[in-house]
C-alpha cells in the first residue's frame, strides 16, 4: 500500500466520535462484475483483491478498530475447481505485496474459520502475516475464511456439551459462555455490516454477533466499493438511532 488520493479524508458530514468500531463486509458481486464486462470472472476475483487493498487503507484512516471480510465461506467449495483453486491464492497474493505496509500501519492479521479443509499454503501466509503482525495495536484485519456461522454456533454449543459431560460446566449457559467458544470471542460485534452486489442476505456470517448490527446494503459490486462507498456507508450509520432494544 502506497499513500495516494484514494486514501480518506474525513469530510465534515462524517462525526469522528461515532464511526463504527467493528465493520463487517460480505464482499459480493466480482464474477457478475467481470461477466457484465465481458471479462473471465477470474478478473473480478483480481480486481476485488485490490479493492481489499483500498478498504483496508480507507478503514484504517477511519480510524475503524476491527474490520472484517468475508472472503471465503463453507458453501463456496461448491463453485468450480478452477474457481475455488484461484481464490486460495488471493491470499498468497495479497501479503506477498501488503505485508510490509501491514507492519509499518500498526495493523493486526487475525482469521476466523474452519482451519482443516483450507489448504496448507493458505494456513502459511496467513498464519505468517498473524505471527508478523502480532505486537501491532491498531487496526485489526479480520479474515474469515471457510467460515460458516452456524458451523461455528455449533462447534460453541459442542465444546459446551463437552464441558458438561466432564463435570465442568455451569449449571446454566449464558450468551457470555457461549460466545467464549465463537471464533470472534475476543473482538467486539460488528457495529456495521455491508453487504455489496444489490443481494440482501446475511448468507450464514457472524449470524450471532450481527444480533444488534446496523445492516447497510449497497448496489454496487465488491469492485467498485471505493472511498465514496465507504464513506456513504459510515454516514448511513451515523443517521441511525442504535436502541439495542430500548426506547
Known sequence: MTSDDRVVDLPDTIDPQNIPNHVAIIMDGNGRWATERG???REGHRQGVETVRE???NCNALRIKVLTLFAFSTENWQRPDWEVSY?????EKYFESELPEL????VQVRMIGDRKKLPRRVLKVIDEGAAATKSNSGMILNFALNYGSRAEILLAVNHLVSEAAAGKAMRRVTEKKLSSY???????DP???IRTSGEQRISN?????????????TEVYWPDFDKTELLRAVTVYQR???RFGGV
Open 182 to 188: 465463537l471464533y470472534t470471542a475476543a473482538l467486539p
Open 87 to 91: 481464490l486460495m491464492s488471493l491470499p
Open 240 to 242: 441511525r438511532k442504535r
Open 205 to 217: 456470517f457472524l449470524l450471532w454477533q450481527l444480533a444488534y448490527s446496523e445492516l447497510y446494503f
Open 103 to 106: 507492519i509499518q500501519k500498526n
Open 39 to 41: 471479462l473471465p470472472r
Open 55 to 57: 478498504t483496508v487503507r
Open 191 to 193: 457495529d456495521l455490516l
